[in-house]
């Protein structure tokens, strides 16, 4: 009756809208082209006895949520009867099922996850399909036991939800809705791991006129369950009117959209990790996104004020933490080239007055190290060359000698060492920095050492003032800091503690290891292979472009 009115009056919006309905509910039944179009929205005939409704059942919600706070995640979601939170418009429907038997179960008959278990082969689909996107316990039987038409029962449904609700509007009702259901989109996609077509063709309408601010949390989460794709379309199509919409030459925004890349580039890592076969574009599209996020980074840290730079620097240390947390898995090193951070952003981020960024980026390139040498390691056991260019090896260990330059050798800005890059400090730039730095009594080399450095030689000399207390023979002398080679030796020889210059190093980086600061121990012990077995001057070790070690042996200054 329904199909035959519409043939002979036309489309109108509230006809395809109550043919959707009855599609939702009964997805046998065949309607053609005849729900295509515009639908209208059905709103409640009495608001206010709806409002009534909703007032008494968050009563009696809220009664027996005081009896019992434990709500359980197998039992089908009932919005103020079971301890969830009542919105005052849903728009998302509840499990409910109508077309059960005798020999069937329904959801909402599960009590106990051991019924969930044992009836699970009995179980009959409810009603509509996209409640699984609020619906814990339907997510659950659609991960075990997934019916093939289930995902484009739920994709239809969003498909006409998002076509109606694109259209700028000023109601508040109709933006709790969208808000709704992409919340439930983002918990759909991060359980099922799938991202439905819907998803997809709503984010590409709505990016282009998107103003950056309305529902930017939830946008911006289930941007990053979009799939791996080749990086020239996935730029085009989603992230450049995304980068349009959202910067805004303030901070925050810089900082969401590298919250949201780095959501994006960990999902990718799940990805890749639990797919055996990933399309050939999946390596090159993760490591441009690393590139574009690269330039990102810089762009925040060049606009970050000083009184807000170290809490700037963390959303870019968990970037590359994710990325490293990547490479550093033996699975990936053939689907995952190492890209690394560029130059420039690993000395802002060396050079801070920030402890934690110190300790988390040098552990950051320790990780580094690590998988360049597996990577390249595994590839020569194979026959290749490394798949690494030896210029590009070369520039990693760069950071490296730099980094022990500074923190170990006493030898800051040293352009000299095999692949040092002397921090890119030009050399004109040097004479004004010695004279600055004798004029504050301090060798320029050795500004940057664990005794001088401005945020470790604090901790240098508390350290040594514990070994101090706990020496057992007593001491008549205490040193005054900073310390040196020169001065640890007059030490002893004056009544002080006897205590050799490599020894008192070692127990500087056992000392802040203890305090949770261990990224700045772990670089020196990876890059000087010795210190874990000697405890004196060490060989400090690079990668090598064919995928071995090369060594070299450094004395102590």
Partial sequence: MLLELSRNIGGEPPLIGLIRVYKDYYPDVIVGDTAKGKASHFSHPDREWRDHLVSVQERYAQKNLQANSQVSSFRVVRRGLNGAKRSRVSAVPEVHTSSANESSVTLEEIETARDFIYKLDKLDLPNQMVSVLVDPLLQKFLILREPGSSSRRIDNWLSSFFEDRLAPSEEPQRNVEVEEVLNGACRYAQVSKKFLPSFERFLQRMLPTWDGRQHRKTVLELLSYLPPSPFEELYTDFLEPLETSVLDDTLKSQIDLLGCYTSMLRNWTVYLQLTQDPPSSASTSYSRLISHCDTLCLALLQNAPPEVFVSATSPILSFYEIVTGAIAHTSHWRTIRISTPSALLVYQLVFTCSLSTLSRICAILATYKRAFEGAMSAASAKGGEGGYPRDYVNHFNGFLMDICNCLWRNRAFNHDDVNALGCLIPDS???????????????????????????????????????????????????????????????????????????????????????????????MYNTMKHLMIQKGGGATTFVTATGGISGKVMGEI
Wanted: hydrophobic letters at 40%.
């Fill in 429 to 523: 730039l040097l004479p004004p920095l010695r004279t600055y730095a004798d004029s504050l009594a301090h060798p320029l080399p050795t500004l940057f050492s664990l005794s001088h450095s401005s945020i470790l030689c604090a901790l240098s000399i508390a350290c040594l003032r514990e070994m101090e207390d706990a020496s057992a023979n007593g001491i008549s002398v205490r040193h005054a800091g900073p310390v040196t080679q020169r001065s640890l030796a007059a030490l002893g020889n004056d009544g002080g503690i006897r205590l050799t210059w490599p020894n008192y190093r070692l127990e500087v980086l056992k000392w802040l290891e203890e305090r949770g600061i261990g990224g700045v121990g772990e670089l």
